[in-house]
């Protein structure tokens, strides 16, 4: 298996413009999740997704986040507008069975927002 | 609060030595995991104990959980360069709906 396939890896925008990210989870993995990591504030779950069903999204900082699945080989993490305090590097995760049982992590995106 | 916590923040050692990092937790837990980061990748995972074991080997690697304590530690025996990383270590507590808590992670130098 490929493993987590998430894009693009690296993202450069200007503030106030969309940003959407992708991923893709390991085929036969029930559970996505979308976490973003800073110095400041560590790794952060954002929203996590169970059969394709947004389960827990009190992570999301602010109403300019959403995130979809429209199908279970497919995720989005968008932002609209970005801002500079959004850059971060963004991963996508899944996990086979139970939620906290182990976690499959994507290469990341490394998102700066100028 | 985070859930599990590191110590050291950061440990430098020589090749060959041992790498001892520790991770507390405040609530009761269902799992403890650890996780390893190379700069500019993501996290892979290393090891899962689950609250009803001790100690679990893999390699190089073997944790150790301590639940009166609240507590693991995550042994590197003979390092080597490669280990270069960081260890993350994430607590599944009970009622925690499926979500994994992370500490701050400890920062492994090893020095050729």
């Known amino acids: 298996d490929a493993g987590v396939i998430q894009s693009p890896r690296h993202e450069v925008t200007e503030m106030g413009q969309e940003v959407t990210l992708r991923c893709k989870p390991i085929?036969?993995?029930?559970?996505l999740f979308w976490y973003r990591q800073t110095m400041m504030r560590g790794l952060e779950l954002l929203i996590y997704?169970?059969?394709?069903?947004?389960?827990?999204d009190s992570g999301m900082p602010e109403d300019r986040f959403s995130a979809k699945m429209p199908n279970a080989s497919f995720s989005t993490l968008k932002i609209q507008p970005s801002e500079p305090r959004d850059s971060a590097v963004y991963f996508c995760?899944?996990?086979?069975?139970?939620?906290?049982?182990?976690?499959?992590f994507g290469p990341g995106t490394r998102l700066t927002v100028l | 609060s985070q859930q599990g916590e590191e110590d050291p923040q950061a440990l430098s050692i020589q090749e060959g030595e041992n790498a001892t990092m520790n991770c507390s937790y405040k609530?009761?837990?269902?799992?403890l995991q650890w996780y390893r980061q190379n700069s500019g990748r993501g996290l892979v995972h290393l090891i899962l104990?689950?609250?009803n074991e001790r100690e679990k080997h893999s390699g190089r690697l073997r944790v150790t959980l301590d639940t009166s304590k609240k507590s693991s530690s995550l042994l590197i025996t003979a390092s080597r360069a490669a280990d270069t990383a960081s260890y993350f270590c994430?607590?599944?507590?009970?009622?925690?709906?499926?979500?994994?808590?992370w500490g701050a992670g400890t920062k492994l130098i090893i020095k050729p």
């Open positions: 609530t009761s837990i269902n799992n």
């Open positions: 104990i689950r609250s």
């Open positions: 997704f169970n059969n394709n069903v947004p389960i827990d």
């Open positions: 995760a899944s996990s086979p069975g139970q939620g906290y049982d182990t976690q499959y």
């Open positions: 085929s036969g993995h029930d559970y």
């Open positions: 994430a607590t599944a507590f009970e009622d925690s709906n499926y979500q994994l808590i």
